[in-house]
């Protein structure tokens, strides 16, 4: 019992020493005090500085605006349906039973050939700075092309500063396939297969690259976007660029190889109008994607395709309609694509009245090119090439000029006061036509004389299909 008296006095003594503290301890906790304050007052490490958005100021190391590149892939997807199954549906249908095969398989197999050189040679050639007339040779087997993934940074193309530069050249490659298996609807039906691959590889290099260099790329001589060009051509999608040039190409190959030994009517028209279709719809991504951004162009872009698409296509009913007596399947599918035609050029530029106007002009004139002229002329464009794409796309290109308006394409055209820009667009239409011409029979003529252009009557007689693929549609 002793001990606890003893106990109590130790803590207390202890408690008492503790609020006693001794100069050493109370020195230390005075420099600890004056340690913490000094830890505190220095600044904490900057974090490293984010990537900036990529636009047209900042075009390396920059991250890509996630909604345009989103829009820019969908984009690319219904351009290429456009070809595969779009076109291949939209021709096979006109084409003769005995013959089918072989008109869907050119446009399948151009889709293959046309991506492989667009990635080692022609993306580059048109689509990078280099001279007026042609691009560098920077990205030639998309070389420097990938971004660093794992930052979720890149380095853009100037021509699409908001979206990754792979996603750019897989949206333009969609172009480039599908402008020359559209020139395949002037020579169907009795063109080699081999001769075809051959024609088209080349055509693809040296008509295709220099043409889409002159009127898209940056430096371009017929380029809107280039302020040291000579004649400044509104393209917004490819009047120029795909149909003009595909149309004119068709003509030489149609005039090249003669006219066909027998002909017949459609064999399914139900393909045709789901060809056309898929047409339809897919070129929203044509012509709304051309704006490379989810924004305002694009939509304006998206209404006025749609309104012309519309306009031409029951314009070419009701004229087919009094002049035949019947509305058919064929015609009203063959306006709606002379209205996505026509509206291809002017669809970042003008409004809906001109739309209505452009659909209108177009389902006139190409009804008339392709009922009247192709006779008179006498040449054998078996699926209207020429009549409907060089036709259309030369019109639209020339009321692009006409019904520009300054508030939606940054271009006033005739009506707002501009009748230069007529000019320019006379101008564009002028020299695509003449190169076109001239370079697409040259190659025409080196095939020729090589390997040969067209199949043996025999093979014409009995169908391509069998003879060519081994393969008939039942």
Known sequence: MKLIPSLRAGLTSAWEALKKPSGLALAGLVFGVLFSIALSAVPAAAAPAAPPACDANHLTVCTPNNGDTAWMMTSMALVLMMTVP????????????????DTVMTSFAITCLVTVIFAVLTYSLAFTPGSPFIGGTTRIFLQGILSDVSNNTGNPNGLAPTIPEDVYMAFQMTFAIITPALIAGAFAERMKFSAMLVFIGLWAIFVYAPIAHWVWGSDGFLSSGNSAAKFHVLDFAGGTVVHVNSGVAGLVCALFLGKRHDTGPAHNVVLTMIGASLLWVGWFGFNAGSAVAANMQAGMAMTVTQIATAVAGLTWMFVEWAHRGKPTVVGICSGAVAGLVAITPASGFVGPAGSIWIGIAVGIFCYFTVTFVKGWLGYDDALDCFGVHACGGALGAILTGVFAINQYGGTAGLIEGNPGQVVNQLIGVGIVVAYDAIVTAIILFLVKMT?????????ERDGLDLALHGEVVQ
């Open 451 to 459: 390997i040969g252009l067209r199949v043996t009557p025999e093979v």
């Open 86 to 101: 779009g076109l291949g549906l939209f021709y096979g249908g006109m084409v003769r039973k005995k013959n089918v095969v």
